[in-house]
């Protein structure tokens, strides 16, 4: 059994920066896994944000939000952090952490967290 916990969402306004955290608790090793982040918006799919590799550390970004997230985990607290900066009103949604294998999509995920909001607005 594997149990995600999201914290740190928040209301923001556009150029502000949030710090989301999930926190992986697993009865087995994680190490073929990936961990990361998903949002959904109101009114659209959910979509892959960023993720990083348990294996090798290696990072993904998706391209609207290259250069302005950064992804980093603790294994020592079995913790990914996603910092975001510079935050545009199209960041606003509900972000899920999820644990996974293969391509970054919503198809390949195996564990989801219950998801916090995210809201950025003047």
């Known amino acids: 059994q594997v149990q995600v916990v999201e914290s740190g969402g928040g209301t923001v306004q556009p150029g502000g920066s949030l710090r989301l955290s999930c926190a992986v608790v697993?009865?087995?090793?994680?190490?073929?896994?990936?961990i990361g982040w998903f949002r959904q918006a109101p009114g659209k799919e959910r979509e892959g944000v960023s993720s990083?590799?348990?294996?090798?550390?290696?990072?993904y970004y998706a391209s609207p939000v290259r250069g302005r997230f950064t992804i980093s985990r603790d294994d020592a607290k079995n913790t990914v952090v996603l910092q975001m900066n510079n935050l545009l009103p199209e960041d606003t949604g509900v972000y899920y952490c999820?644990?996974?294998?293969?391509?970054?999509?919503?198809?390949?995920?195996?564990?989801w967290g219950k998801g916090t909001l995210v809201t950025v607005s003047s």
């Open positions: 999820a644990v996974g294998t293969g391509p970054w999509q919503a198809s390949y995920i195996d564990y």
């Open positions: 697993s009865g087995f090793s994680l190490s073929r896994y990936a």
């Open positions: 990083i590799s348990s294996a090798d550390g290696g990072s």
